[in-house]
C-alpha cells in the first residue's frame, strides 16, 4: 500500500500565515475516500473582491486576503517631441520606416519598453516603461535619434572654461547629462571663448543658462598682479611658505609666487575684491619694510660645498631664513661663481654667516686608496657588504669609479671618519686573502671557454670560488683575468690552460655530405645524430642551415677523435648512397590499383620483400610514374615484380630498340617535349631510355602491341631523321588557336605531316610557353609545314562577322547547361564567339564572330548538330528496375561510356521505393482508383511497368545501337551444383576466397545460408563474365575435392607408446630430427605435454553436422572415462539451473512498461466550471492570462508604436 502525506490546517497555518484557516479542508487520502474528489472552490480559492468599502475591507476575502501586495520596480515616463522638432515626419511610412527600426534599437539596447503614438497636432508621444535606470538611458537616446538636433554658442571669458568642465571633466560630464546635449569647450591653446551646445531647443536653453551660471559665480572673483623683485621673493614667502600660507588662509585669496627656477617678478593674487585687496596690501607693506631694511654681503664658498648650504630639496636655506630671517642668495649650477650672497638685517648678517659656515662645512669628502678589481668584493653580493656600512651612516655617500683605484667618501665628517677606517679594514683584509691573475688566451677560443650558456666558465666559477673575466668579443683582447681565493686562482688558472691547449691541438674539418642526407644523418628528433655524438662525444658535429642548401658539414675535437668520426660518417653516407638508387617505372594509371592491392597489401610485400621505398603519385595526378628507392639490385627487383604484375593484367607488349646514345638527349628534347608528343599520339604508351652515362643504345617501347608498333616506326624514322639532316623551327600561335589547328581527332595537323613529312609538336599544359608549337624534320618538310601552318594562323588573325537561321526551337539546346555546347564550339574551333538571341525574341539570326575558317567550320558544326536535333528520336528500353544499379556501373561510368560512345542521351526513371503486389488491380491515388479509369483496369498485366522503362533519345541507327548495349549489360543468372559440405571452403576465411573470385570474374556469387543445406550456387553477371566464373567455380570444386581425398587418406592415425626419457632424442635440437621425419614422409607427429600424462582430447561437432549432439573424447581410456563423466557432471548442473530460472521467472515482477499500461485518472476536483451543464469552458494551462505569475503584468503583445487601435 502506497503511503500519501498529508497537510494538516496546523501545518499549512504555520507555512502560509497568508491564508484563512477556516477555508484549508483536510483531503483524507485512503482507499475509501478516493471516489469523493475535493470541491473546485477547495482546491482553487478565489482571489479576494475590491473592497466596497473599509469595513468590508477588513473581513477576510477569500483565501488571499492576507497576502501583502509585491511594489512594482517598474516606472513609467511620457515624452514629446513636437512636430517642429521631429526628425522623421514622413506620415505614410510611420510604424515602418526608420523611426521603428530606431524604437526596436533603443530596446534591445537599454531594456525599457517604448510605445509611440501622434497626437493631433502631430507632434510624437513616446511612452516609456522600465527600471529607472534603464528609462533614463532611453530618453537619452530618444531625444538624440528621433529629435532634431540644433546648435548654438554661448561666449564666457577664457579663465572661466576650467571652471565649466571642474575637476577631471566631471562638472561637464554631468551638465551634459542633465541637458541631453553635446558641450564643445575650445582647446587651452585655442583663443577663442565661444562654448558650442548641441541638442534639443529644450536642452540648449538649460545647458546655456547654467553656463551663464558659473560664468557669472566667476565674475565675483577679481585677478591682480604685483611686480616685486626677485631677490625679495623669500621674505615674502616666508620659511618653509608659511608667511603666504597664513596671509591666503586669513584673506582666502589665492597668492601664486613663481619658484625660484623660474625668471618671473610678478606675483598673482586671485579672490574677492575686498579680500584681495587686503592681501596684496600686506605683501606690499613687507615688500616695502624689506627694501628699507635689509642689505648685502657677499662670502666666497667653495663651489662642491654649494649644495650642502642648499641642503636636500632646499631645506638648509629655509633653516637659516626661519632662525636669522636672512635670505642666502647661491648662484646657478651652471656659474662658475662661488660667491653667495647674504641678505637680511644687519644685525643678524652675522648669524646667518656663522649658519653658512656650518651647514658648508657639515659635509666633507674623503677617498680610500683600494685597487678596482677589489671594489666589487667591497660591494658584496647584491650590495650586501656595503649595505653594512650605509644602513649605520645613512647621510654618508660612497661612490666607486670603474677603472680607478679609489673609493669617494662624502657626507657628514663624523660619519665618513668612521666609514672610511671601516672600508680601510675591509680592504687591508682582502688583499691580504685575494689574488689575482691574468692568462692569454687566443680570443677564438674564448666561446668555447665559456661553454653552451656558459656552462663551462659557470662550472668553475663555481668550483673554484673564483670570479673569472673573459673580455666581449668586440675588444679582440687575448687576456682573461682570474679573482678570488689564491688557490681558487691557481686552480682555475690551471684548467682554463688546460682547455686553451687542448682547444690549440684541436682540428676542425669539413665534410662534403649531400644535403638531401643530412635529414637522415639526423633522424627523427635527432636519434641518429645522438647515437653518432654518443659513439663520439669529444667531437662536435655541426650541420648547415637547411635553408643555405650547403653540403658542408663540420666536424671539430681531438684530432683522433675526428678522424675516427670522418671515417664513421663517410661510411654511413656510402651506405645511404648505397640505398639512394632510384629508378622510376611508368605504369599504366588504371594498373595503379591492382600493384597497390586491397588494403595496400601487394604494394606492402613489395616493399617488405624486396627492401625498397616504393612511391606511387597521388590519386588525382596525371603522372603515371612510379620510383622506386633502395639498392640497385633491390630496385630492379622490385620494378620486375610491378611490371609482370601489369603484364599479367592487360596484354602489354614491351620492344627493345637500338637508337645510338648521342641521339637520347635530342630525341627527347627540352623537358622531354619530343617524347611526350610521341607517346601520347601512340596511346599513351611508355618509352624508357637508358639512364645518361651508361652507354646503353636500347630503348624500351611497353603498351598495347599495335600502339608499340606505331611508336617504334615514328621512334625509328625521327632518329633517321636526326641522323641525317635534322632541322628544327619554332612558330607561335595563340593557345585559343592550337585546337583548330590540330583539328578533331587530330585531323588537321595529320594531313599536314603527310603533306610534308615534318613533325610538328604542340605544348602540353604543363608548359611555361603556351604559345610555342615546334616543327621537326629536314630542313625542306619544316620549311613546308611553316608555311602551310603560317597562312592557317594568318587566316585565323583575320577576324570576320557572319550569321546564319537557326530555328528558334533548337537554341534552347545551344544554351543550355551554361552554354556548354557554345563552350565546346568555341574550344575546338580557335575561339570563335557564337551569340544566339535574347529568350522572349523570335528571331532565328545567330551571329558568328571569328577567323574566317573556324567561322566557317563552327557554321558547319552547328549544322550538323541541328541536323542531329531534327533526325532525334525516342526509344523506351525496357529493363527490371533491380539491374539498373548493376547496368550503371560505379559512379554511372558505364552510362557514360555509352551516351559518349553512341552520342546519344539516356534517361533512367524514378525508383519505385514501394512496388504494389502484382495482384493489385490498378494503382490507387489518396484512396481513388488512378486517372486511367477504367483503361487501368483493362489494361494488359503483361505490359511494362513505368519503373522499368529507359528512355533513350539521339539519331534512330545510334538509339538502336545503344539499346543493344544497354541489354548487353543485363546481368544474367546461372546456376552451378556444388556439394553443401565444399561451401564453406569455397567461402573461405572471412569470405576471402569468395570475394577473390567475384574480383577475378567481375560477377556476383550467391551461396545459400547452411540452414537451407542447398547444393546450389547462383552465379549473376554479364553474359561473356558468367562462362569464365563458372569454369573458375567448377575448377575450384575440383581442387578442394582433391584435398579431401588426399585429407581422407592422411587422417588414418597412429598411437606408438615410447618411454618419455627418449623424447628429446627423437626430437632433436630445435625439433631437427623430428622435423626430418614429418617432412620425409610428410605426416604430423604429436607428443604428449611433459607434465601432463592424463591429457585428452576433446572435440565439438561443428555447425552443420550430422549429429550435432556428439562430442569426441580422445585418449588414455581411463583418462577418457574420467572425462566424459566430468562432461556429464557439468550437462546436468547446467540443465538444472535453467530449470530453476524458469521456474523464478513466474513469481518476477512484470516490467514497468506493463504496469503503466493501464490510464491514469490524473487529478480530479467536483464542481469545477466547465463541469456539465456548464457553458465555461476549462482554463488554457499555457495562459498567462488564465493563470498570471505572481508581480507580472498581463498585457498583450505591443509594437513599438503603441497598442492596435
Not at 659656515?357 to 677589489?374: E, G
Not at 668555447?448 to 663555481?462: E, T
Not at 610485400?605 to 596525371?622: F, G, M, Q, V
Not at 628429446?1064 to 605435454?1089: L, S
Amino acid at each position: 500500500m502506497s503511503s500519501v502525506a498529508v497537510l494538516t490546517q496546523e501545518s499549512f497555518a504555520e507555512h502560509r500565515s497568508g491564508l484563512a484557516q477556516q477555508q484549508v479542508k483536510v483531503a483524507a487520502l485512503n482507499s475509501e475516500e478516493e471516489n469523493d474528489p475535493p470541491t473546485y472552490k477547495d482546491a482553487f480559492p478565489p482571489l479576494p473582491e475590491k473592497a466596497a468599502c473599509l469595513e468590508t475591507a477588513q473581513e477576510p476575502a477569500g483565501a488571499w486576503s492576507k497576502i501583502r501586495p509585491i511594489k512594482a520596480s517598474v516606472i513609467t515616463q511620457v515624452f514629446h517631441v513636437p512636430l517642429e522638432e521631429r526628425k522623421y515626419k514622413d506620415m505614410n511610412q510611420f510604424g515602418e520606416g526608420e523611426q521603428a527600426k530606431i524604437c526596436l534599437d533603443i530596446m534591445q539596447k537599454t531594456g525599457a519598453h517604448l510605445e509611440l503614438s501622434l497626437a493631433k497636432d502631430q507632434g510624437l508621444s513616446i511612452m516609456v516603461s522600465g527600471k529607472l535606470e534603464a528609462v533614463m538611458k532611453a530618453r537619452k537616446e530618444i531625444v538624440a535619434r528621433l529629435q532634431t538636433q540644433a546648435s548654438a554658442t554661448v561666449a564666457i571669458p577664457k579663465e572661466h572654461h576650467r571652471f565649466v568642465i571642474g575637476k577631471n571633466g566631471e562638472k561637464l560630464q554631468d551638465l551634459e547629462l542633465k541637458t541631453a546635449t553635446k558641450i564643445q569647450i575650445p582647446r587651452p591653446d585655442d583663443p577663442s571663448n565661444q562654448i558650442k551646445i548641441t541638442g534639443t531647443k529644450e536642452g540648449i536653453e538649460k545647458a546655456r543658462h547654467e553656463i551663464l551660471l558659473i560664468s557669472a559665480e566667476q565674475d565675483k572673483r577679481a585677478v591682480e598682479r604685483l611686480d616685486v623683485d626677485k631677490v625679495y621673493h623669500p621674505f615674502i614667502a616666508g620659511p618653509f611658505n608659511k608667511l603666504v600660507s597664513e596671509i591666503m588662509q586669513e584673506t582666502g585669496t589665492r597668492i601664486n609666487i613663481p619658484p625660484p627656477s623660474i625668471n618671473k617678478t610678478e606675483i598673482v593674487f586671485t579672490g574677492e575684491k575686498e579680500q584681495l585687496a587686503q592681501a596684496v596690501a600686506r605683501i606690499k607693506k613687507i615688500y616695502e619694510e624689506k627694501k628699507k631694511k635689509t642689505t648685502t654681503i657677499a662670502v666666497e664658498v667653495k663651489k662642491s660645498q654649494h649644495k650642502y648650504v642648499i641642503g636636500p630639496k632646499g631645506n638648509s636655506l629655509q633653516e637659516i631664513l626661519e632662525k636669522t630671517g636672512v635670505s642666502v642668495e647661491i648662484p646657478p649650477t651652471d656659474s662658475s661663481s662661488e660667491t653667495v650672497i647674504l641678505r637680511g638685517e644687519p644685525e643678524k648678517l652675522g648669524q646667518a654667516l656663522t649658519e653658512v659656515y656650518a651647514k658648508a662645512n657639515s659635509f666633507t669628502v674623503s677617498s680610500v686608496s683600494a685597487p678596482s678589481w677589489l671594489h666589487r668584493f667591497i660591494i658584496g653580493k647584491k650590495g650586501q657588504n656595503l649595505a653594512k656600512i650605509t644602513q649605520q651612516m645613512p647621510k654618508v655617500h660612497i661612490e666607486f669609479t670603474e677603472g680607478e683605484d679609489k673609493i669617494t667618501l662624502e657626507g657628514p665628517t663624523e660619519d665618513v671618519n668612521v666609514a672610511q677606517e671601516q672600508i680601510e679594514v675591509m680592504v687591508k683584509d682582502l688583499i691580504n686573502r685575494m689574488d689575482y691573475v691574468e692568462i692569454s688566451v687566443d680570443h677564438k677560443f674564448h666561446r668555447h671557454l665559456i661553454g653552451k650558456n656558459g656552462a663551462n666558465i659557470n662550472r668553475i666559477k663555481d668550483q673554484y670560488k673564483v670570479s673569472v673575466r673573459i673580455p666581449p668579443d668586440n675588444e679582440k683582447s687575448n687576456l682573461i683575468r682570474i679573482e678570488g681565493d689564491p688557490q681558487g686562482v691557481h686552480q682555475a688558472k690551471k684548467e682554463l690552460l688546460e682547455l686553451a691547449s687542448r682547444m690549440e691541438n684541436e682540428r676542425t674539418k669539413d665534410l662534403i655530405i649531400e644535403q638531401r642526407f643530412h635529414r637522415t644523418i639526423i633522424g627523427q628528433k635527432g636519434e641518429r645524430i645522438r647515437e653518432i655524438r654518443d659513439k663520439f662525444p669529444e667531437v662536435i658535429i655541426n650541420f648547415p642551415d637547411p635553408a643555405h642548401k650547403s653540403d658542408i658539414v663540420q666536424l671539430r675535437g681531438p684530432k683522433n677523435e675526428v678522424e675516427k668520426c670522418t671515417k664513421y660518417m663517410q661510411k654511413m653516407v656510402a651506405d645511404l648512397v648505397e640505398n639512394s638508387f632510384s629508378i622510376s617505372v611508368p605504369i599504366f594509371k588504371q594498373f595503379h590499383k591492382n600493384i597497390i592491392g586491397k588494403g595496400g597489401a601487394n604494394i606492402k610485400k613489395i616493399r617488405e620483400e624486396s627492401n625498397t621505398k616504393i612511391d606511387l603519385p597521388a590519386e588525382n595526378s596525371n603522372s603515371e610514374t612510379i620510383i622506386i628507392t633502395g639498392k640497385r639490385a633491390n630496385c630492379e627487383a622490385a620494378r620486375h615484380r610491378i611490371l609482370s604484375i601489369q603484364k599479367e593484367l592487360a596484354d602489354i607488349t614491351e620492344v627493345e630498340v637500338s637508337i645510338p646514345s648521342k641521339l637520347h638527349n635530342s630525341l627527347i628534347g627540352a623537358k622531354g617535349r619530343f617524347i611526350r608528343s610521341i607517346m601520347e599520339e601512340c596511346g599513351g604508351v611508355h618509352i624508357h631510355f637508358p639512364t645518361e652515362g651508361s652507354g646503353s643504345d636500347t630503348v624500351t617501347i611497353r603498351g598495347p602491341a599495335q600502339d608499340v608498333e606505331k611508336a617504334k616506326k615514328q621512334l625509328l624514322h625521327l632518329a633517321e631523321e636526326k641522323q641525317t639532316k635534322s632541322y628544327t623551327v619554332d612558330l607561335r600561335a595563340k593557345p585559343e588557336y592550337h585546337k583548330f589547328l590540330i583539328g578533331k581527332g587530330g585531323g588537321n595537323i595529320r594531313k599536314v605531316r603527310d603533306n610534308t613529312g615534318a613533325r610538328i609538336i604542340f605544348p602540353t599544359s604543363e608548359d611555361k610557353d603556351q604559345e610555342l608549337i615546334t616543327i621537326m624534320g629536314t630542313e625542306g618538310a619544316v620549311r613546308e609545314a611553316q608555311k602551310e601552318l603560317e597562312a592557317l594562323i594568318k587566316n585565323l588573325d583575320n577576324v570576320v562577322e557572319d550569321s546564319m537561321v537557326v530555328d528558334p526551337k533548337h537554341h534552347r539546346h545551344f544554351v543550355i547547361r551554361r552554354g556548354q555546347v557554345l563552350r565546346e564550339i568555341a574550344d575546338e574551333y580557335g575561339g570563335v564567339m557564337v551569340s544566339f538571341p535574347r529568350s522572349g525574341t523570335q528571331s532565328d539570326k545567330v551571329t558568328l564572330k571569328g577567323a574566317k575558317d573556324c567561322v566557317e567550320a563552327a557554321k558547319k558544326r552547328i549544322l550538323e548538330i541541328i541536323e542531329d536535333l531534327e533526325a532525334q528520336v525516342t526509344i523506351e528500353c525496357t529493363i527490371p528496375q533491380k539491374f539498373h544499379r548493376s547496368i550503371m556501373g560505379p559512379k554511372g561510368s558505364r552510362i557514360q561510356q555509352i551516351t559518349r560512345d553512341y552520342g546519344v542521351q539516356i534517361k533512367f526513371p524514378d525508383r519505385e521505393e514501394n512496388p504494389a503486389p502484382a495482384t493489385e488491380p490498378a494503382m490507387q491515388e489518396n484512396g481513388e482508383e488512378s486517372g486511367e479509369g477504367k483503361e487501368a483496369k483493362e489494361a494488359d498485366p503483361n505490359s511494362p511497368k513505368k519503373c522499368d522503362i529507359i528512355i533513350i533519345s539521339g539519331r534512330r541507327e545510334k538509339c538502336e545501337a545503344a539499346k543493344e548495349a544497354l541489354q548487353a549489360l543485363v546481368p544474367v543468372t546461372t546456376e552451378v551444383e556444388v556439394p553443401f559440405d565444399l561451401h564453406r571452403y569455397i567461402i573461405g576465411q572471412k569470405g576471402s576466397g569468395i570475394r577473390k573470385m567475384m574480383d577475378e570474374f567481375e560477377v556476383n556469387i550467391q551461396v545459400p545460408a547452411p540452414e537451407l543445406r542447398s547444393d546450389v550456387i547462383s552465379i549473376t553477371g554479364l553474359a561473356a563474365n558468367l562462362d569464365r566464373a563458372k569454369a573458375g567455380l567448377l575448377e575450384r570444386v575440383k581442387e578442394l575435392q582433391a584435398e579431401q581425398e588426399d585429407r581422407a587418406l592422411r587422417s588414418f592415425k597412429l598411437t606408438v607408446t615410447v618411454d618419455p626419457k627418449y623424447h628429446p632424442k627423437i626430437i632433436g635440437r630445435k625439433g631437427a630430427v623430428i622435423t626430418q621425419i614429418r617432412t620425409e614422409h610428410e605426416v604430423n607427429i604429436q607428443f604428449p605435454d611433459k607434465d601432463d600424462d592424463n591429457q585428452v582430447d576433446i572435440r565439438f561437432p561443428q555447425s552443420g553436422a550430422s549429429d550435432p549432439n556428439c562430442v569426441t573424447v580422445t585418449g588414455l581410456p581411463d583418462n577418457v572415462e574420467e572425462a566424459i563423466d566430468h562432461i556429464l557432471n557439468l550437462e546436468e548442473e547446467y540443465l538444472a539451473d535453467v530449470v530453476d530460472n524458469e521456474a523464478m521467472q513466474v513469481y518476477m515482477k512484470p516490467s514497468t512498461h506493463e504496469e503503466s499500461k493501464a490510464p491514469s485518472k490524473g487529478f480530479v476536483v467536483r464542481d469545477a466550471p466547465w463541469a456539465a451543464g456548464s457553458n465555461e469552458k476549462a482554463p488554457d494551462m499555457s495562459s498567462s492570462e488564465d493563470f498570471p505569475s505572481f508581480g507580472a503584468q498581463v498585457a498583450p503583445k505591443t509594437l513599438p508604436w503603441g497598442p492596435k487601435r
